[in-house]
């Protein structure tokens, strides 16, 4: 009886040692997880650090797009009064113009540039620039373009638009298209100088569009009057 309680009281212990080192293992086994492995809040910060680290720099770090220029501010304040003394002719020949050919350039003229002033208007006013009065005084002596203090290229006189005004038939007819190329030399001078000087590229791009297109309208008008 004595060998079997000590048989018993050796197997007791021996199971208690064997789960007191289960117990110890799996309290390592734990705290090495732990101090290995980042926790999901640390996971979870080190992919927000990757994603902003692979997204580059923020809009403000970015140079600003679409930027202008005081070339840019000239050009539009300067052109708006230029286009809008051509649409004022071109609106006379309407009811002035014998040709159909004036008339259709003068529809054109009008379709064309009408837009174009209320886009550049946009852009000053975006800008917080001042958008020249929608009048026909003072329109002689425009800002900018190199031209700072003296005519503008291009723009008819008060004396050569009151002219054009009380002309009517064949005189209209021949009057329009000579004083319109004249006008179309003036503007086509200005956007070249804006190609050239001018950092908005929307700005630069209506240039080239005038340069484009108003040049082709001083070689239709040239054949208007019989010249090549």
């Not at 705290?31 to 980042?38: G, L, R």
Request: with cysteine; aromatic share 2%.
């Amino acid at each position: 009886m004595a060998s079997r309680r000590s048989l018993i009281r050796r197997t007791a212990a021996l199971a208690t040692a064997a789960t007191a080192a289960v117990v110890l293992a799996a309290c390592g086994g734990s705290s090495d997880s732990s101090s290995s492995s980042p926790s999901p809040s640390s996971e979870h910060s080190g992919h927000d650090m990757g994603a902003m680290t692979s997204a580059g720099p923020s809009a403000a770090d970015s140079p600003a797009r679409g930027g202008h220029n005081a070339q840019d501010v000239s050009f539009l304040q300067g052109m708006i009064p230029h286009h809008r003394q051509a649409v004022a002719m071109a609106d006379l020949a309407a009811s002035r113009a014998k040709s159909p050919q004036v008339k259709d350039l003068a529809a054109k003229i009008e379709q064309a540039q009408g837009p174009e002033i209320d886009t550049m208007s946009g852009w000053l006013k975006s800008w917080g620039e001042k958008v020249p009065d929608d009048n026909m005084a003072g329109m002689e002596s425009m800002p900018g373009m190199d031209h700072s203090g003296s005519s503008a290229p291009g723009m008819m006189p008060d004396g050569d638009m009151n002219k054009l005004k009380s002309l009517s038939g064949d005189a209209f007819d021949t009057a329009f298209p000579r004083m319109m190329i004249s006008h179309h030399r003036g503007a086509v001078e200005m956007a070249k100088t804006e190609q050239a000087k001018g950092a908005y590229g929307a700005a630069r791009t209506m240039a080239r569009s005038i340069v484009t297109s108003q040049s082709a309208e001083i070689t239709e008008m040239n054949k208007m009057l019989g010249k090549q």
